[in-house]
């Protein structure tokens, strides 16, 4: 073989390692990222409340075979066992997801993820097709009468008369297809929506919270707060006069906590839920750690009754700036549906 052609077949030759090394790369980085984790890098940056459920792991929590082709009776049941096992109580999808899986070719039958995300600018659904399927969609969004954009990265319109007509909810008024991430977006607000498809860059969480949706580990559903919100949604502040003066007392006697900058309560596979709260620094998570033992192993004012009652409390552990309990519910309970919401005395800021 001439030298040059043995030069360019050794060249060829590097760059298909070179090529392979970097697949094999990609995959090992991301082989530990929870499905969770790679939603919130997709977050709008101004959002403050998040609601995430993995569908596919619902699917194989229930031992559910529904596919987009399956009939609207299977969903119906499939949502029915979602419900009950306390997985589909962060979806924004659930009072529509017949007409999605008749109309739109997705819904929670065939969905790998989604993540709602609410903020003072907008709120914006997020929602993970199967691979490929984005195309699909377009196709349906013709047929409904969105409509279509001029460019690949513009917004589907269709607005509140057609998603009334359709029964859906109207987050999917407005929507955009990232073919390459095989994402579909939805909000009521097209200009809200296009925004953020326009400004890529404005997407991620901050490091706080992130620090506990990363502790928060495999998560079927999931609700996450910025420190902002958690320390005003769960406040015991919200609870009536007495429940908030037996809340202070609670607090003053397990040794006091701190501000909270992230919070993550995450139904994991199996049955259990994990809270993981973030804190400025370590040395603050390590004195709230007890602290918070403490007050999740008591009385619930403002719930009623104590957390006893709905879970039986396990490990509680400070790592770096992040406080992690283990619960897990007794028989009955609805822990992620029922705590997700204030005030809640563990999480009080």
């Known amino acids: 073989m001439p030298r040059r052609w043995r030069f360019l077949a050794v060249a060829v030759a590097l760059v298909v390692v070179a090529g ?52 609207t009776d299977d969903v119906r049941r499939l949502l029915d066992g979602a419900f009950d096992a306390d997985l589909a109580s962060t979806s924004a999808l659930v009072e529509s997801a017949e007409p999605l899986q008749a109309r739109y070719g997705f819904s929670p039958a065939s969905l790998e993820w989604e993540l709602f995300s ?62 390459d991430r095989d994402l579909v977006l939805g909000s009521d607000n097209a200009d809200y929506l296009r925004g953020l498809v326009e400004r890529d860059a404005d997407r991620g969480v901050d490091d706080d919270l992130d620090a506990a949706v990363d502790a928060a580990g495999d998560a079927v559903s999931a609700a996450v707060y910025t420190g902002d919100h958690v320390c005003s949604a769960l406040a015991m502040g919200q609870a009536d006069p007495a429940d908030a003066e037996e809340g202070e007392r609670l607090t003053d006697a397990a040794g006091g906590v701190h501000p909270l900058t992230g919070f993550v309560m995450a139904a994991q596979p199996g049955g259990g839920v994990r809270v993981a709260m973030a804190l ?70």
């Not at 709008?44 to 929590?61: L, N």
């Open 20 to 71: 392979a090394a970097f697949a094999g790369w990609r995959w090992w980085s991301g082989r530990d990222t929870t499905d969770l984790q790679r939603a919130m890098t997709l977050a709008p940056a101004d959002g403050e409340r998040f609601s995430f459920t993995d569908w596919a792991a619902v699917r194989a929590e229930l031992d559910s075979d529904v596919d987009a082709d399956s009939p």
């Open 118 to 179: 609410q903020g003072a600018a907008g709120a914006v659904v997020v929602m993970r097709v199967a691979d490929g399927g984005t195309d699909a969609v377009a196709d349906r969004l013709r047929r409904l009468g969105y409509d279509e954009p001029d460019d690949d990265t513009g917004v589907w319109g269709g607005g509140d008369d057609l998603v009334a007509g359709v029964g859906v909810t109207p987050e999917l008024a407005h929507l955009a297809l990232d073919e």
């Open 280 to 349: 400025e620094d370590g040395d603050r998570a390590r004195q709230d750690a007890d602290a918070r033992a403490t007050l999740a192993a008591g009385p619930a004012p403002g719930q009623g009754g104590d957390f006893a009652d709905r879970f039986d409390l396990g490990r509680v552990a400070a790592d770096g700036k992040v406080v992690t309990m283990e619960l897990e519910p007794t028989e009955g309970s609805y822990v992620l549906s029922d705590l997700s919401t204030g005030p809640i005395l563990f999480a009080t800021c």
